[in-house]
Antibody, heavy 117, light 106 residues
Framework: QVQLVQSGAEVKKPGSSVRVSCRSS????????ISWVRQAPGQALEWMAG????????NYAQNFQGRVALSADKSTSTVYMELSSLTSDDTALYFC????????????WGQGTLVTV | VVMTQSPVILSVSPGERAILSCRGGQRVNSKLAWYQQKPGQAPRLLIYDTSTRATGVPARFSGSGSGTEFTLTISSLRSEDSAVYYC?????????FGQGTKVEVK
């Protein structure tokens, strides 16, 4: 059974950065893209960025361009999302989610990481 | 692409049918998914490509629609179906989600 396991909750100060990890177990990431989707209180789910782990190539939503960076460690099937210049508006639940590309349905999701700024 | 869901809250008795709507600001062709999210949990994929049920999803969940108008139907509501349901278009970049419909089982 595929599982995406995310790192724990974070509390950050405005202006700082946060790094959240997402490790895949039960399947490799070779044929998938990992996207990051955030859920701010009372807001819709919002796609932020996606990475193809085997190639290390990423794409980013315009709203987050320049502030978010994705990376992948193929040896541990782990993807990292770093969000910088944090403000209170970044307080949200951050999910990683698996798809065949960034433009597809997401069939497995991590449990979510709460980031409080 | 803005996705607009209605109603915001839907209260239905057990055994009755629930119909959730999702309208896109642009055509999304068949690239439309539905997710179920319960409190404290991640979204769960129910339907993709408008009408294909994901693995393990009960047959009482069905999706339909085309162009800009889509529907999720829960044919015979059960207590465990209480959740927020989101539509998600992935035809236009970047993919976008609706604001959600909260389904309450009376």
């Amino acid at each position: 059974q595929v599982q995406l396991v995310q790192s724990g909750a974070e509390v950050k100060k405005p202006g700082s950065s946060v790094r959240v990890s997402c490790r895949s177990s039960g399947d490799t990431l070779d044929t998938y893209t990992i996207s990051w989707v955030r859920q701010a209180p009372g807001q819709a789910l919002e796609w932020m960025a996606g990475i193809i782990p085997i190639f290390g190539t990423s794409n980013y939503a315009q709203n987050f361009q320049g502030r978010v960076a994705l990376s992948a460690d193929k040896s541990t099937s782990t993807v990292y999302m770093e969000l910088s210049s944090l403000t209170s508006d970044d307080t949200a639940l951050y999910f990683c989610a698996r798809g065949y590309s960034s433009q597809t349905q997401f069939d497995f999701w991590g449990q979510g990481t709460l980031v409080t700024v | 692409v803005v996705m607009t869901q209605s109603p915001v809250i839907l209260s239905v008795s057990p055994g009755e049918r629930a119909i959730l709507s999702c309208r896109g600001g642009q055509r999304v062709n068949s690239k439309l998914a539905w997710y179920q999210q319960k409190p404290g949990q991640a979204p769960r994929l129910l339907i993709y490509d408008t009408s294909t049920r994901a693995t393990g999803v009960p047959a009482r969940f069905s999706g339909s629609g085309s162009g800009t108008e889509f529907t999720l139907t829960i044919s015979s509501l059960r207590s465990e179906d209480s959740a927020v349901y989101y539509c998600h278009q992935y035809n236009n970049w970047p993919s976008t989600f609706g604001q959600g419909t909260k389904v309450e089982v009376k």
